[in-house]
């Protein structure tokens, strides 16, 4: 008995025309989310993980960006053969974001108090002072001391931490199903991205909420991460736990990155970093997009593009030498 | 203030030594000295020591100071108060011929490798532009062999020195700020974020680079971070900053094994475990309510008290010095030396 | 390919710059109707002065368009019968004399003042700014016309003059690009290195700066063009007989209803002058940055 996810992307393909080249910034992205778990897309710069979440709410602007395969299902609703129209009333209401800098995010010129009220008279849901009110609730549930004065003020006049919180009010106000967060505590200090986070994670159980979470980070995966989908030059190159994943890879390049971190393999010694930098999206290398760089490469990883492994319930690895790499690790 | 300068285990002299380094940059008209609406302190009584070939990592959040540290050292802004030695040479004092004298042995690798490279010279230019500054330390015959070797010696190819920096990646421009700071062959190479712009797998790279050259040369680095596994694999002693004092330092056994100021702990606790080979479990994370204070106003006494679950009247008071044990020391009149369990 | 080879960049050829001027089809006519003027210039007064001055009553107010009176004559004739092609190529030794040299003193004085008061700042930058102030305060051409009513209108003192009224936009635009260049790292690290402010204001600052101040100038340049022509029509310009383009445009506006070409060629004149100066500078600009110039580089189709 297989619940419908929240969220079901499968095969995404997503090219970036310019009148020179075609930039294959996504290249078959497939992850799934279920109600109540919290899915994280790890991937460095130039992986295609922001542009992938930028897809799923149907945020490009076409040209130059163009979905040129895949499909994207949000409770068994097909997202993108949609009217944008009508995805515009899922947008806040069922699916809802929150972006790396709250200060370029949120609108500058009204209040707080007002852009989260905002919302609720958008969307018919209350209007008028019982906006307000919920408004200063929303904000204090997010941790916002002295809500009530707080929600007249102005984004600059927030710290960087608390305007993430405003943004996160702003996202979780309508109750959604799907709050997909990109790079949420990236260009946040250390402390505050653990209170940040510890918002996220007791909001998402209160209410059984899907999260998507796209980071960078290994720490913040480990941390918050149920499930894992490690991407690479726009194809996702690994999925499956959490734990087993990152204790274990099956995939070269996760064995690599975890390798070329301090700390995460144990601590001494040297760092074993990945050589040469990621491809150019407009030349992506035959075969297996990671063989230049992989040390487990072989000639049928410039040939062949790498099937999908299999490894265990759940867990997917895309690696001509994915037992290899298990064994390895 | 207790000058608390910390000496470490051998008896060789210190090659940068700083001493209740302070800077504070004033709010509001420049004019009018009347009418300060008030002051930054940014920096407020910084003591430390650095040894011959170690590392000494600084570690803190935004808003702690470090940044400003460095660039004082540098003198690239001119401190309020306090007083930093090179070799024994009062940095602070110098003219400006000492100074230039001095710049040649203290060097500096910025954060942001897109900005910190003139867009309009070409590599070889820029590495070279330290012997344009000062003629003397290499002839220019030389010059442009030993630009080409020391591409080689970053990781870099020879051809590379007619290129512009818009044509390389983060990485590898960070490298060649590298290699400019080292074309003097300095002693002492401040490290102002240098990996904190990069990403993950590049930035291992870039560590790797720094410790080589420190194995073969011996220089000493004052290695200013944020990411704490970063510092901890790099640093020797490592000292931890708050709203612009150092709260802890110690050897990085010490700091990271043991941490005795709160703050510490809790910005250990912070940062998740990334050891997957063991098996996880969530671990007990402290939580600081509240945000770091504004640096123009900060709490009087103990500046960390309003967050720290440990605070008493007496924290309110005296600013608590850095007390030693055993070569660690921290400033805090509760440190946690009986490893009592967090709140 | 192997790692070592994604490692090493791309060996490309650098284009040299006639090759991108070849490319660019406006700047490459810009860059030949600027030869044409320098040549002009050059030897214009000497080789068609007496074309120039020469009187035929009977082409008086000849309309353009007819080589009966000969090639000289296919642009018209002007109120005495002078030939206004001889008489546009002569006027651009003044022309170009009295609008390039004021916009570069200009430049140079605006340029070197506004380095000075961005990157010193504090009592010298602000004596220097209420200076460039009170300069600015004054309506140009007002401030001309008393000036040269003053002393004579000549040559030299009309570039003076313009010089002056044109100078405080440069040390404005140098100043704010100083203050910003000032505060980026890369200036910091030469500073760390033991760069003296000399050395960074050489090196570093003014090459930022001087492409911004050569757009600058191109736009001035028709600014000052006219300018002149105002002066001219006022008559404290350039006086008779030295020949200006904006001169002619003064004495041909009272012909405009019988004896269009008069003002229309020598104002054709100096717009052509200033379009292909934009132009050329525009293209400048972008091959002298290594980063803008990969956009003339590239090729139309990709390389592989």
Redesign the interface.
């Given at each position: 008995m297989s619940e419908t996810p929240v969220l079901k992307v499968d095969d995404l393909r997503i090219q970036f025309r310019s009148g020179?080249?075609t930039v294959h910034a996504v290249n078959g992205a497939s992850f799934q989310v279920n109600a109540g778990e919290t899915a994280a897309i790890l991937g460095?710069?130039g992986s295609g993980k922001s542009v992938t979440a930028s897809a799923v709410m149907r945020l490009l602007q076409s040209p130059p960006a163009y979905v040129s395969g895949g499909t994207v299902h949000f409770k068994g609703l097909d997202v993108l053969a949609m009217p944008l129209d009508r995805w515009r009333e899922y947008c806040g209401r069922d699916v809802a974001m929150v972006f790396q800098d709250a200060l370029t995010s949120l609108n500058p010129v009204f209040s707080v108090g007002w852009q989260i009220a905002e919302l609720f008279r958008t969307h018919g849901v209350a209007s008028g002072k019982e906006a307000d009110e919920r408004a200063v609730e929303l904000l204090e549930r997010v941790g916002i001391?002295d809500p009530a004065a707080r929600s007249k003020d102005y984004t600059h006049q927030f710290?960087?931490?608390?305007r993430q919180r405003v943004m996160i009010a702003m996202a979780i106000a309508l109750g959604p199903d799907l709050l997909i967060a990109d790079e949420p505590t990236t260009a946040l200090?250390?402390?505050?991205?653990?209170?940040i986070m510890?918002l996220l994670e007791s909001l998402r159980e209160e209410s059984d909420m899907a999260m998507v979470l796209i980071t960078?980070?290994?720490?913040?995966v480990?941390?918050a991460a149920d499930n894992v989908a490690v991407m690479y030059a726009g194809r996702v190159v690994e999925s499956g736990p959490v734990?087993e994943v990152?204790?274990r890879p099956g995939h070269a390049y996760t064995l690599?990155?975890?390798d070329?971190?301090?700390?995460?393999?144990?601590?001494g010694g040297?760092?074993?970093?990945?050589?040469?930098?990621?491809p150019d999206l407009a030349r992506i290398?035959k075969g297996c997009a990671f063989n230049?760089?992989c040390r487990f490469a072989t000639d049928i990883c410039r040939q062949e593009v790498p099937p999908s492994v299999a490894m265990a319930e759940g867990r997917v690895a895309e690696c001509h030498h994915a037992d290899q790499v298990f064994n390895d690790g | 203030m207790d000058n608390g300068v910390p000496t470490g285990a051998n008896d060789t002299p210190p090659i940068l030594e700083v001493r209740n380094l302070v800077k504070h940059f004033a709010i509001g008209k420049s004019l009018s000295f009347k009418r300060n609406a008030g002051v930054v302190k940014a920096v407020d009584g910084v003591s430390f020591e650095l040894r011959p070939g170690e590392t000494l990592g600084l570690v803190g959040e935004s808003g702690c100071g470090k940044s400003t540290v460095a660039r004082t050292l540098l003198r690239l802004e001119e401190p309020t108060g306090g007083s930093a030695f090179f070799r024994g040479q009062d940095i602070f004092k110098a003219s400006p011929q000492e100074l230039k004298a001095i710049r040649r042995r203290l060097q500096v690798i910025f954060q942001d490798p897109y900005a910190s490279l003139n867009p309009r010279m070409t590599v070889a230019e820029i590495i070279g532009e330290p012997w344009v500054i000062h003629p003397d330390a290499l002839p220019r015959a030389e010059r442009g062999e030993r630009v080409r070797s020391l591409l080689e010696n970053v990781g870099l190819r020879r051809e590379h020195a007619e290129r512009y920096p818009h044509e390389f990646s983060g990485g590898q421009r960070q490298r060649i700020g590298i290699a400019r700071a080292m074309a003097l062959d300095p002693e002492v190479l401040i490290c102002d974020e240098p990996v904190s712009a990069l990403d993950v797998s590049v930035q291992a790279q870039v560590i790797n680079l720094l410790m080589e050259i420190q194995e073969r040369m011996g220089i000493a680095y004052v290695f200013i971070a944020h990411d704490l596994s970063v510092v901890r694999h790099m640093s020797h002693r490592v000292a931890v900053m708050y709203l612009g004092r150092i709260v802890e330092i110690g050897t990085e056994g010490q700091v990271y094994n043991h941490p005795r100021h709160p703050y510490t702990k809790a910005l250990l606790s912070a940062e998740p475990p990334l050891d997957f080979t063991s098996a996880r479990k969530k671990h007990q994370r402290i939580i600081l309510k509240g945000e770091v204070p504004s640096p123009a106003n900060p709490p009087s006494g103990c500046r960390f008290r309003n967050r720290c679950w440990k605070a008493q009247d007496i924290c309110a008071g005296d600013a608590p010095p850095l007390e030693s044990k055993g070569g660690h020391m921290a400033a805090c009149y509760f440190p946690e030396d009986d490893n009592t369990a967090a709140p | 390919m192997t790692t070592a080879e994604q490692e090493a960049l791309i060996i490309r050829r650098g284009v040299p710059w006639w090759r991108l001027l070849a490319r660019d089809k406006f700047a490459l006519a810009a860059a030949l109707w600027l030869l044409i003027l320098f040549a002009c210039f050059l030897v214009g007064p000497e080789l068609f002065g007496k074309a120039a001055t020469s009187l035929n009553l009977r082409a008086r107010n000849l309309p353009p368009g007819s080589l009966e009176h000969g090639w000289l004559m296919f642009l018209g004739g002007d109120a005495l019968g002078r030939s206004m092609i001889a008489r546009l190529i002569v006027a651009s030794r003044n022309t170009l004399t009295v609008a390039l040299c004021s916009v570069v003193f200009a430049m140079i004085a605006g340029g070197i003042l506004g380095l000075i008061a961005g990157y010193i700042g504090r009592g010298v930058g602000h004596v220097i700014m209420r200076f460039a102030d009170i300069l600015q305060s004054f309506p140009s051409l007002l401030l001309a016309v008393v000036v040269l009513y003053v002393l004579e209108p000549s040559v030299t003192n009309l570039i003076v003059v313009l010089a002056i009224t044109r100078m405080p936009i440069y040390l404005r635009v140098t100043r704010a690009e100083v203050l910003e260049i000032r505060e980026r790292v890369f200036v910091d690290a030469s500073s760390a290195l033991g760069g003296s402010s000399y050395h960074i204001l050489l090196r570093h600052i003014a090459p930022v700066v001087a492409p911004t101040l050569l757009t600058i100038l191109t736009v001035d340049f028709s600014i000052v063009m006219l300018a002149e022509s105002s002066l001219s029509f006022l008559g404290i310009g350039i006086q008779p007989p030295e020949i200006t383009w904006g001169l002619m445009v003064a004495q041909g506006r009272n012909y405009l209803s019988q004896a269009w070409w008069l003002a229309f060629f020598p104002g054709l004149a100096i717009m052509l002058a200033t379009l292909s100066g934009n132009i050329l500078s525009n293209w400048l600009r972008i091959v002298s940055d290594p980063e803008q110039r990969w956009r003339l580089e590239t090729p139309r189709k990709s390389d592989e």
């Open positions: 020179r080249e460095e710069s001391p710290s960087g931490g608390m200090d250390v402390t505050v991205q653990a209170q510890e960078h980070d290994l720490g913040v480990a941390d734990a990152l204790s690599a990155l975890l070329s971190v301090p700390q995460a393999r144990g601590k040297k760092l074993r970093p990945i050589i040469g930098s990621p290398p230049p760089r | - | -």
